[in-house]
């Protein structure tokens, strides 16, 4: 955690039942309905407003024609009918009238002609007012009812604890950083400790990230018992209560580590060699004891003070024919390199000094805190490791899980024999590597499996095809056409006949006339949105989504149970102090769906429900008549118009 001291008053909510690697995150927005009105619409301008704009385009004319003609003959019925006065001045009069018609008759024509021609965009202006205010009002309103949704699911859990399967057996953490480790140990570590009561870690990493746990562990009144390596190696029961036969296998082993099938006589060799010098050593086989009777053997000169003289002289005379001590020489040389350093990482403690046991009730923590690479370093991690495996095959008990941090330098060999005794025994293996390479690419996956951050791309890509792929249907192609088209045309046609038949004095003449005029006006719009979709077989986590995961994040990956899971898990402890946190799972809670947003928001059918307060009906700067009227009937109850 971030500040300890701060810190302390959640520590009850770390140091709680259920082994979890953090936590999933659920936001409690997804359970708000959504809105279920549709959003208003612009509703096109009516088919018959264009076409008077188109008629009135093409009769402007004829009709301006029509009032000038009517002028004319007004002024020549006036002129006929003698109703005014002789005289230039009546004569004056008379044009006027007629030119008075003629002009009023034009103008009032042209603007009602002009007038139908401005309609649609009247229309238009008179549409988007009415759409505006709409859209004020269905704002208003999601608003209102979004407030409501939002105050109702305000005590839902966001929080909720990530808890391995109960069947689990071995949990491997890929990846990370320090801060990362140190925070997954402190979370799950905690969890383990009040679970079962005991937990044992070796701390490989060189960077001391049980720090957080152990401080927590002793503000709960946990019984912690941290041993450093190497300093205080011979502190603890690892080596010393190995009998001779299991010191010669975690010897052996850790000098040979993963070699290759073909050095498998160098190993048989040396097996016989140590095994030859602890059957004459007796009871008291130790490994001060095993090199000072290595260096005998190779004449090596010194006193040896851990040999008695008849032991010396056992060894020098009776153990080995020269013979086979030439022929060996070089695997006396390996082996005395190899133990020579172990003087002095393994001295021996105060004789006052209590021996730590691993497996007992409370926190152990064996601590390697030197970071360096070397061979001795080395040669003691493949050493501890060993004494573990022949602790947990002693038929003492071993309580609560075992937990190494930094596990990558191990070969995967021994891991596997590790995980099948933990099996055996019953005890939950934690292990923890920094890099997906080598021995972890090997031994990753017998269960549970986290991937926290692998900013190596490589690394990356094999956890990508850890995880595997599936078949998804995705999005591959869209499509948008929009077309119209408009069409006017007109026509006039004029007749005329002249017909004259009979006798002279019986004569007839009919005149015939015909005038025919043709109107077309068409408008037509066309759209299509087509979209198409394609079954792809891709990563379920892409490799990029690994390589940019959060210090505190991690995928857990859990294979066995007849379906992949895969689930995102934090695992920052000071989420604890967050609102709506649970030490246990989320509920499980369906989604709504939105015939429920629907029955949700009217609570009778026709009325507003009561979680929208305020006037049902907006405010318009206009009137509704029945065609304004029919978007709403069609979308909007009775209630909300």
Known sequence: MSDSTDGSRYLDFLHVEGERLGWIFRDRNLYCYDFPLPYPTLEPVRDEVFFDAATAKVDKWRRMRRWVGIGFGVTV???????????????????????????????????????MEEGPARERERQLRRYEALCAWWEERREQFDAAERERVSGYLEWGAALLPPSTRRVDIVGG??????????????????????????????????????????????????????????ETT??????????????????????????????????????????????DVTI????????????????????SGAEREHITDSLFSDEFRRQVHPNLRRIESHLYPLRELLAAPDPGHPRHDLGQPGLTCLVYENAAHNVREELLKDLVFQGLIQRLTSPEPFAGPLVIAGADDL??????RLTDLCVRRGVRLVLMFRHLRDSAVRAVGADVVAFMRLSNHEEAARAADFIGRQHTVVLSQLTRTLGGSQTHSQGNSLGFSDQTSGALWQKRTSVGRSWTHTRTVADSLNWNDSHSEQRVYEYVVEPRTLQDLPDYALIEVTQGTGSLSV??????????????????????????????????????????????????????????????????????PEGWR
């Open 238 to 283: 690892l080596l010393s209560g190995i009998d001779g036969r299991g010191l010669v296998d975690s010897l052996v082993e850790a000098m040979h580590g993963d070699a290759p099938a073909g050095r498998r006589a160098d190993r048989a060799q040396d097996d016989r060699i140590l095994s030859t010098v602890c059957r004459a050593l007796g009871e």
């Open 411 to 416: 070969s995967h060999r021994h891991i596997e």
């Open 177 to 234: 950083s320090v801060w990362g480790w140190e925070a997954l140990l402190t979370v799950m570590g905690a969890s383990m400790l009040r679970t079962r009561g005991a937990m044992t870690l070796v701390d490989f990493s060189g960077e001391a990230v049980c720090h957080e746990l152990v401080w927590l562990a002793r503000a709960v009144s946990v019984d912690v018992t941290a041993v450093r390596l190497p300093d205080r190696m011979g």
């Open 567 to 636: 689930r995102s898990v934090e695992c920052n402890p000071d989420i604890v102090s967050l609102p709506r946190v649970t030490t246990g799972p989320l509920p499980d809670l369906p989604l709504p769906d939105r015939a429920e947003a629907a029955a949700h928001l009217f609570d009778e059918p026709g009325t507003p429900s009561r979680n929208l307060p305020g006037q049902p009906r907006p405010d318009h700067d206009y009137d509704y008549d029945d065609g304004e009227s029919e978007w709403a009937e069609e979308h909007y």
């Open 288 to 307: 001060h004891r095993i090199a000072a009777a290595i260096s005998v053997l190779l004449d090596e000169p010194g006193d040896f003070p851990e040999l």
């Open 77 to 115: 019925v006036l002129l006929c009918l003698g109703l005014v006065g002789k005289g230039p001045t009546n004569l004056i009069v008379i044009l006027g009238i007629g030119l008075l018609v003629m002009v009023g008759g034009a103008w009032l024509s042209w603007s009602n002609s002009r007038a």
